[in-house]
């Protein structure tokens, strides 16, 4: 089984406990006029009795086959590339406030287009450059939305 | 009846103007592009451009918005037949017989039949929105926050029930969009909750990361999960002299068009995820009907004319619970409802008297955006379906770059896009631990309005839980909700009985 079904059934499990301790620390009320922390504390209750529900499904569904993920397990080389590309992402949030949206697009255009395998050094500047100028422009100039300058000030 | 059709062509009035008319078209064209582009569905294409329409009055906003929801179901079509990969879950079914019919060299007729399927289907649904509408927001005026909770649970389980999963999975995740949800602001006592000190958590979770999270980055880190040389696709290009479907395809397809428009209307009035049931039972009526069901699954073109009638039909009909309850049945309404709530209108039985202009501008719209459709898709098709040609190598990073800059554009929020990001590894792990994300979509946009319903109604009994089971329109929901919790049940217990030796 099915390591990975547990493993996502004790998150929730996890989540609702976790919601239900939270909420008792808010004001309850009764049914008649219901605190803040009624209605939570029973989601949260209401999740830990749905999880450990489909835990004894996992248990008892001995012979049955498991449900089929909707996204194959993928290769060890295709799930470091994914973590990359997240990864890039994640740094580009980070610098978005510091080097301004110009720069931080360029770069995460680039970093993502050579993490999915494009090398050659004209399509590694010129998607990135014409990418950021024409969001920048649309953006900026087109929707007159601001977005972050940095350091570059643009 | 006479009273709904004047209005209408105020509606008219309003939607023909030149501003609206080009909020149409944009909508329709930045839909269909949605539908089109992998990694992009209508619920992360809404809610990406919901920040565009800021600066727009509310109907010209809303028209937009409903463009692109109509034109990204269009456009979803168009990967189903070329690329066998469908642009969205309510296309799967088209990819059946869609994709054979490119394979023997008619993609043409199967995209244009998809065009006029759409068009026949979507005009006759919105001439039923028109009629059916103004009645049933009178009679939802009966409504009280008894009905309203006991028909948003009805919604949810139906939602879970039809997703395709397991049950008991996608309630876990409608109850985790529901405590989702209570963050931020009590909106019965004013008090905060689950905000852990932090000012962002404040106004609660924002639903439009979530959305993109959820919807856009997950799809596209599931593309990214895989091996480089898989990212390349083919595609069948149609060429525009190819496109005109022959007199024995429109004949075969004049009557599934017909029922597919009917099943799709009917679909969209109930819970759930409208789009994917309709196309579905469209499939299963036409092969049933038909005198050669044999040939369904090699490139039948009933099989895409059916559905995808169906489909749009639906699309266009769940904009009635939408409109006149105020509730959404499905993941893409869900964000539109909370785009009409960004723009002050608030959809219930109110709204067709409150806001006349956005209401009927809104339908009006959709005539002219379903006729916008249809002249792109016939002659168009070609180009759109050339940006298919871009490698995914490209395209992926493009549309995380337009998640990024277009979460960022909806408050100037860094955390939200943050708030994003861990969205979209929460989703990429829901896909591969086999968790729907629609419930828990739906429940964070709707759990604020179930939640004072569920304390209205206490208050309103003294506390009784009885009110629920008292009103005999809540109970009605709650039966049905009871009879779609127990339908796995029956499943299970019909297999075991059917696998007994005798």
């Not at chain 2, 879970?160 to 019965?188: C, E, F, Q, Y």
């Not at chain 2, 496109?243 to 969209?268: C, E, M, Q």
Request: glycine share 10%.
């Amino acid at each position: 089984m099915k390591r990975d079904e547990l493993i996502g059934c004790g998150i929730v499990f996890l989540f609702g406990g976790i919601t239900a301790i939270l909420s008792l620390q808010m004001p309850m009320g009764t049914f008649r006029m219901a605190g803040s922390g009624l209605f939570p504390f029973y989601l949260g209750i209401l999740l830990m009795v749905l999880s450990l529900l489909f835990l004894l499904t996992l248990l008892f569904a001995k012979a049955s086959t498991p449900q089929k993920p909707e996204i194959a397990a993928p290769p060890p080389s295709a799930k470091k590339q994914m973590l990359k590309f997240l990864g890039a992402s994640a740094l580009a949030a980070a610098g978005f406030g510091i080097l301004g949206y110009p720069l931080t697009s360029f770069l995460l255009m680039l970093l993502l287009l050579w993490i999915l395998g494009i090398k050659r050094p004209v399509l590694l500047i010129t998607i990135p450059l014409v990418t950021a100028a024409a969001s920048y422009l649309l953006f900026v100039h087109f929707l007159r939305i601001p977005l972050p300058k940095g350091l570059i000030g643009l | 009846m006479i009273e709904s059709i004047q209005h209408l062509f105020a509606g008219f009035g309003i939607a023909a103007t030149a501003a609206n008319l080009l909020y149409c078209l944009l909508g329709a064209v930045a839909g269909t592009l949605v539908g089109i582009l992998p990694g992009l569905g209508p619920i992360a294409g809404i809610a990406l451009l919901i920040p565009i329409t800021f600066g727009l009055s509310p109907t010209s906003a809303i028209i937009m918005l409903c463009g692109i929801y109509y034109g990204a179901m269009y456009g979803g079509s168009t990967t189903s037949i070329l690329l066998n990969v469908p642009g969205e879950t309510a296309s799967v079914i088209t990819c059946i017989d869609g994709y054979q019919m490119a394979r023997k060299g008619k993609a043409g007729p199967a995209l244009a039949i998809c065009a006029i399927g759409s068009f026949t289907a979507g005009t006759l649904a919105i001439f039923g929105m028109v009629l059916l509408a103004p009645p049933l927001a009178e009679a939802a005026l009966a409504f009280g926050p008894p009905e309203y909770f006991s028909l948003m649970v009805c919604g949810f389980i139906v939602l879970s029930n039809v997703t395709g999963g397991s049950l008991i999975k996608s309630l876990m995740m409608a109850v985790v969009g529901l405590i989702i949800g209570t963050v931020g602001l009590d909106p019965v006592t004013g008090e905060y909750r689950f905000t852990f000190d932090s000012t962002y958590l404040l106004s609660g979770i924002e639903f439009v990361a979530v959305a993109i999270g959820l919807f856009g980055i997950a799809e596209v880190l599931a593309n990214v999960d895989q091996p480089l040389e898989k990212l390349e696709q083919s595609v069948i290009v149609p060429r525009f002299r190819d496109l005109y479907p022959s007199l024995k395809d429109l004949k075969a397809s004049v009557g599934a068009i017909l029922r597919g428009a009917g099943i799709g209307f009917g679909v969209g009035l109930v819970p759930g995820p409208a789009p994917v049931i309709a196309t579905y039972a469209s499939y299963m009526a036409e092969k049933r009907i038909s005198k050669h069901p044999e040939a369904f699954g090699k490139g039948a073109i009933e099989g895409v004319a059916g559905p995808e009638s169906a489909n749009n039909a639906a699309c266009q009909s769940a904009f009635i619970p939408l409109f006149v309850l105020g509730i959404p049945f499905a993941p893409p309404t869900a964000i539109l409802l909370g785009a009409l709530m960004i723009h002050g209108v608030v959809p219930g039985p109110m709204m067709i008297t409150e806001h006349p202009d956005v209401f009927w501008g809104v339908i009006a719209s959709m005539y002219i955006g379903n006729f916008i459709l249809l002249l792109l898709n016939l002659p168009f098709i070609p180009f759109f379906a050339s940006i298919l040609r871009i490698p995914k190598k490209i395209l992926l990073p493009l549309v995380m770059l337009f998640c990024l800059t277009g979460m960022y554009t909806v408050n100037n929020s860094i955390n939200d896009i943050w708030l994003m990001l861990l969205m979209g590894a929460l989703g990429y792990l829901m896909r591969r631990w086999a968790y729907d994300a629609a419930p828990l979509l739906l429940a964070l946009v709707i759990g604020p309005k179930m939640e004072v319903a569920f304390r209205q109604s206490l208050m309103l009994s003294h506390g009784d839980f009885g009110v629920f089971v008292e009103r005999p329109l809540s109970l009605v929901f709650l039966l049905a909700t009871l009879i779609f919790l127990c339908v796995p049940a029956f499943q299970f217990m019909l297999k075991k009985l059917g696998k007994r030796p005798a």
